[in-house]
């Protein structure tokens, strides 16, 4: 079954990470996906920029909206995705309580319901 792990970190305030502390974070998602490839269960994985640079997009009323910045105002932005390939749900929960972002944010777990390979839509299992 396949899983996607999506993280959230809290919006950044004034006081930004230390360069020892963004060295570390990233030193610690390499580690996990490493591991995470070494386990031969990562499909996939993506880091996205900040929210500051995010643009939607939406189709209202027949008319093109483009806004600059996230769809919502939160507190929380989504930051990334694991893409995972597990046997079960215990599996997944197993691997997002190693990811770093589990210790400041949240790592929301999302089975696949269907993907597209190949040119075709399929079921994700």
Not at 6 to 16: A, N
Not at 80 to 105: N, Y
Request: hydrophobic fraction near 45%.
């Amino acid at each position: 079954m396949r899983y996607a792990l999506l993280i959230h970190y809290p919006q950044p305030t004034d006081s930004t990470p230390s360069e020892e502390e963004v060295k570390a974070g990233m030193a610690a998602f390499h580690a996990y996906a490493t591991a995470l490839d070494g386990a031969g269960v990562l499909r996939s994985a993506e880091v996205l920029q900040t929210i500051a640079s995010a643009t939607s997009v939406s189709m209202q009323q027949g008319a093109l909206h483009v806004q600059d910045g996230p769809y919502a105002d939160t507190k929380e932005a989504f930051a990334g995705i694991f893409m995972i390939e597990v046997t079960d749900l215990d599996a997944a929960l197993a691997w997002a309580e190693q990811c770093p972002a589990a210790q400041w944010g949240t790592v929301e777990i999302r089975p696949s319901a269907v993907r597209f390979v190949d040119g075709a839509w399929s079921n994700a299992g």
